[in-house]
């Protein structure tokens, strides 16, 4: 059983950023592999990026560039870092850990 915790959402303006931080409690999350997803109003879930246990990364064609995943195994922490962010960023972002377990989400809003 793998606990996920979501943080760091909130408002920005275009071309601002923010980190997203998963916390994960109630396993070792060494093995898995972790993404972050995204669910904007009246769409469906958006897969984002996922970092595989051997930390290698994928990246939807939108946030290429943009977005960085990554990981640290000895706070059993994933982050996104998303920078220049556009409108069409603003959704809720859930965590994901081994295709599995889910977390909460956090509401990341982009506006002027």
């Known amino acids: 059983q793998v606990h996920l915790v979501e943080s760091g959402g909130g408002l920005v303006q275009p071309g601002g950023s923010l980190r997203l931080s998963c916390a994960a409690s109630?396993?070792?999350?060494?093995?898995?592999?972790m993404a972050w997803y995204r669910q904007a109003p009246g769409n469906q879930h958006e897969f984002v990026a996922r970092i595989t246990s051997r930390s290698t990364t994928v990246y939807t064609d939108s946030v290429k560039g943009r977005f960085t995943i990554t990981r640290d195994n000895a706070k059993a922490t994933v982050y996104l870092q998303m920078n220049s962010l556009k409108p069409e960023d603003t959704a809720v972002y859930y965590c994901?850990?081994?295709?599995?377990?889910w977390g909460q989400g956090t509401q990341v809003t982009v506006s002027s």
């Open positions: 994901n850990a081994h295709d599995y377990w």
């Open positions: 109630g396993s070792n999350i060494v093995p898995y592999d």
